[in-house]
Nanobody, 119 residues
Framework: QVQLVESGGGLVQAGGSLGLSCAAS????????MGWYRQAPGKQRELVAA???????NYADSVKGRFTISRDNAKNTVYLQMNSLKPEDTAVYYC?????????????WGQGTQVTVSS
């Protein structure tokens, strides 16, 4: 089992910055990906950014150039630095860990943290 504890988030004005962090504990495979998803009211959950255990990253087009994902493998922690925030970035942000084994992936989710960007 895996536990994910998120911190950060809150309320910020448009153009401002926020940082999120997520610490994982439990059964974490050596090959994995950690990332952030978000869900706005009335919309589906979407990928924001992800980073693998070897450092490969993937970003949603809407956040490229504004958000940066990073991780500390020694601490099993993933970070999301969000700059130049826009009102459309308002959502509940969920941390995700995906454990990889040949032919199978195991997904785990954090409880979510609210990010609100005011115009």
């Amino acid at each position: 089992q895996v536990q994910l504890v998120e911190s950060g988030g809150g309320l910020v004005q448009a153009g401002g910055s926020l940082g999120l962090s997520c610490a994982a504990s439990g059964s974490i495979f050596s090959i994995n990906a950690m990332g952030w998803y978000r869900q706005a009211p009335g919309k589906q959950r979407e990928l924001v950014a992800a980073i693998t255990s070897v450092g490969s990253t993937n970003y949603a087009d809407s956040v490229k150039g504004r958000f940066t994902i990073s991780r500390d493998n020694a601490k099993n922690t993933v970070y999301l630095q969000m700059n130049s925030l826009k009102p459309e970035d308002t959502a509940v942000y969920y941390c995700n860990l995906e454990n990889w084994r040949p032919g199978r992936k195991y997904n785990y989710w954090g409880q979510g943290t609210q990010v609100t960007v005011s115009s």
